[in-house]
């Protein structure tokens, strides 16, 4: 934490006249390949561009997994197919509204959310749309986000604080609903109510102020 | 209802469904509703679950199953269009023979026993006088190469670095011309890092390359005491540098830097 404060430090000092986002904080490496959007090289068929994308994301994709699925052969199968979603679906991506993490991280949630679903005897529960059918720029300005690191760190922050208690639980300690429940001892409606709204409220601030569809923007 | 709470209503299960803790009453609900023309999923709303999603998990720390990365790369078959040149896939296929041939343990032995006789062969038997000596070495050193860059760069830029938290007691600069493309560091105090455990890390912000600092490289400091001049490994082209971080990271570096540890930063 301490680190943390410090480069926050030399933000504010030393790197601020630069006008720069550094939240993200990535290397050109990851998001290029001689200056070309990785994934766009993805969408062209480049093999090392998707063995560079496996390399890049596949902790991220099995952590996200591993999070909603327990049994380890069936995560792996749910990572599979969410880098299959992410070969269909990488023509798609458009780098103003989401970054690499976040479109990522989408597709692995969207799999593995899906296949807790289909586990949970509820058969009738219509499967969330499949990465080929995400198409980010037919989304318009409504989709536009930030969702650098530390604008998100930011939102958060912001939450009031019994909600922002239980985001911690759930996304960064990973517990499951009714954890959640024992450890606060609040009901477990009122969990998902505080996690939904909180997650609409979240929404809105990352949207951008100018956005059409952000509530806090005048005559919207 | 009106429509603003119909509206609402609707916003509220889509979350839950993002979140995938519907139930199947509200399941039955948001089904309905979703048919309601004037409810309509919101990507953002799923898009901030997603970047929550990512920004807590470490994945530094994170031990993929064994053979999982092996059978993403064979999935990518029925979509490349393209694979890498035909020079790469000969290197590569190479390696497998040579894989082949040491895998065998006889084999093996057998190569380095030859190798440790024609080694001692050559030290005792060779004489030194009628030895052809190989082209003069060419190779500078980083030391050198910074003095160069520094009196013959007309662009030269040198930015003092500052170190913070427990580096404090750190000093040094770097040197860099955007025309050469060519930078040193040159630090002092900076404590000896174990590369098995953790390297030190150079990132590059260049406002009018990318919004994201470019990797200059991983570095290491055997010496704790003097200076040592690290050569700085831009894989991308710098145009005009406005800061220089220095990160202490994971063996290899990272792609991502969570900034755990920002040790020193220089502003140009």
Not at chain 1, 8 to 22: A, E, F
Not at chain 2, 35 to 62: G, H
Request: net charge negative; proline share 6%.
């Amino acid at each position: 934490m301490r680190s943390w404060v410090f480069f926050v430090g030399i933000r504010d000092r030393q790197i601020s006249n630069t006008g720069l986002n550094l939240s993200l904080f990535v290397s050109g490496a990851e998001t290029d390949i001689g200056g070309r959007d990785l994934l766009a090289l993805v969408a062209q068929g480049k093999e090392s561009a998707m063995d560079r994308c496996i390399k890049e994301y596949a902790p991220l994709v099995w952590s996200i997994v591993r999070r909603y699925v327990q049994n380890t052969s069936s995560a792996e199968d749910v990572v599979q197919e969410t880098f299959i979603d992410l070969w269909r679906s990488a023509k798609r991506y458009d780098s103003s509204i989401a970054t690499h993490t976040t479109f990522v991280g989408l597709l692995a949630r969207r799999r593995a959310i899906d296949h807790t679903r289909k586990e949970s005897r509820r058969p009738r529960l219509e499967p969330m749309p499949e990465g080929d059918s995400l198409n980010l720029a037919s989304e318009g300005p409504n989709a536009l986000m930030k969702c650098e690191r530390e604008v998100v760190r930011q939102a958060l922050a912001k939450l009031p604080e019994e909600t922002r208690e239980i985001f911690i639980l759930h996304f960064d300690q990973g517990m499951t609903h009714p954890e959640i429940v024992e450890w606060t001892g609040l009901p477990l409606g009122t969990v998902k109510t505080r996690l939904r709204r909180g997650l609409i409220e979240l929404r809105n601030q990352l949207r951008p102020a100018n956005s059409p569809s952000n509530p806090q923007t005048p005559n919207s | 209802m009106t429509d603003q709470e119909i509206i609402s209503r609707f916003e509220e299960l889509d979350a839950g469904r993002i979140l995938g803790d519907l139930d199947t009453g509200e399941m039955d609900e948001w089904e309905e509703l979703a048919r309601d023309p004037r409810c309509q999923s919101d990507l953002a709303l799923e898009l901030t679950a997603a970047a929550l999603e990512a920004e807590f998990q470490d994945t530094n720390k994170i031990e993929l199953p064994p053979g999982l990365l092996e059978e993403l790369e064979k999935g990518t078959a029925d979509f490349v269009v393209e694979k890498p040149s035909k020079k790469v896939e000969e290197t590569v296929g190479e390696i497998p023979l040579w894989r082949k041939i040491l895998s065998d343990k006889d084999t093996a032995w057998a190569i380095a026993a030859l190798f440790a006789i024609l080694f001692v062969a050559q030290t005792f038997v060779s004489d030194p006088s009628t030895s052809t000596p190989g082209p003069p070495s060419t190779q500078v050193s980083p030391e050198e190469a910074s003095k160069t860059l520094v009196a013959e760069a007309k662009d030269l830029i040198r930015a003092p670095f500052e170190g913070g938290g427990d580096y404090k007691g750190m000093s040094g600069e770097v040197v860099w011309s955007d025309e050469r493309q060519e930078g040193y560091m040159s630090l002092t105090n900076l404590p000896v890092n174990d590369p098995k455990s953790k390297q030190y890390q150079l990132w590059i912000v260049d406002p009018t390359r990318d919004e994201k600092p470019v990797d200059g490289g991983v570095f290491d400091i055997g010496l704790a005491e003097g200076t040592t001049v690290i050569p700085i490994r831009n894989p991308l082209v710098i145009r005009d540098p406005k800061a220089f971080v220095i990160t202490l990271e994971q063996p290899g570096g990272v792609v991502v830097s969570k900034q755990e540890i920002v040790v020193a930063a220089a502003n140009s």
